[in-house]
């Protein structure tokens, strides 16, 4: 379970999140929706520890972890597939995958990388390819096998599907739903804000840094009156 409370973050003298409470149940899949610039990719950034929590607090699986590394998230079982995706462009597609692969941290090993090509069989006939050879649609997809070689406890996803073919982007919400039946728990940011409550439990929306509303993903889906409200839809 992640848990953070009374988390306040900025850029510079720019503060960007205010006060936010959020709770992430193990085996539940958080959707995270807000206009751009709202604060999603900080929350996450704060949260994975690139961006430090000046006050407040984020607890996993009940330890305290504020102010921790991305690598020592990383290593608690939080895998991160950022926006822009972040694959090593030099390596091959094999190396991209095993490069940080390691057990979960309960020791245990349930992606290898036979599972991950199996989900993915088109990096399966580009293992030796570059990354930077790979077409947009290939990268995220890598970026996503990366973080399941991490075994971890619950994926992060920003924008997965950005820029992305129609097909592609049914593929990746596939693979989201594979994964999230597995029991991994998982925190969606997409701009599809439909897509992203149909793959959701539970959803929580960003105004301006702070959370305005949390619920079931179902009913936020039935009230266009919130979603227009807040998303301007
Ligand atoms: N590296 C940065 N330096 C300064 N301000 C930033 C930086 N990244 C984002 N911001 C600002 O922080 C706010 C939240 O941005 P972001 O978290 O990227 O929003 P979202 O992911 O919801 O689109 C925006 O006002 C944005 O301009
Ligand atoms: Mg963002």
Not at 8 to 15: C, L, M, R, T, V
Not at 154 to 170: Q, S
Request: charged share 20%; hydrophobic share 40%; net charge neutral.
């Amino acid at each position: 379970m992640l848990s953070v409370s009374g988390l306040n973050s900025f850029y510079g003298d720019s503060h960007i999140l205010h006060d936010i409470d959020l709770q992430l149940p193990a085996g539940c899949a958080l959707g995270l929706l807000g206009r751009n610039g709202m604060g999603k990719t900080t929350l996450i950034r704060t949260l994975m520890g690139f961006v430090p929590a000046v006050s407040g607090r984020i607890t996993w699986d009940g330890r305290d972890v504020t102010g921790r590394s991305p690598e020592k998230m990383a290593r608690l079982g939080i895998g991160y597939v950022p926006e822009g995706r972040g694959i090593f462009p030099n390596l091959s597609v094999r190396e991209n995958l095993v490069m940080t692969a390691r057990p979960g941290p309960d020791g245990r090993r349930e992606w290898t990388l036979e599972r991950i090509l199996a989900l993915f069989p088109r990096l399966q006939e580009r293992l030796d390819h570059g990354g930077q050879q790979l077409s947009g649609g290939e990268q995220q997809m890598l970026a996503i096998g990366r973080a399941l070689l991490l075994n971890p406890h619950l994926l992060i996803l920003d924008e997965a599907t950005e820029g992305l073919a129609p097909l592609i982007v049914a593929e990746i919400w596939n693979v989201i739903a594979a994964v999230r039946a597995t029991g991994i728990s998982t925190l969606v940011v997409d701009r599809d804000y439909r897509a992203v409550l149909r793959h959701t439990d539970r959803a929580a929306i960003l105004e301006k840094g702070r959370v305005v509303l949390t619920g079931a993903s179902a009913d936020l889906l039935q009230s266009p009156q919130e979603l227009g409200r807040w998303l301007g839809v």
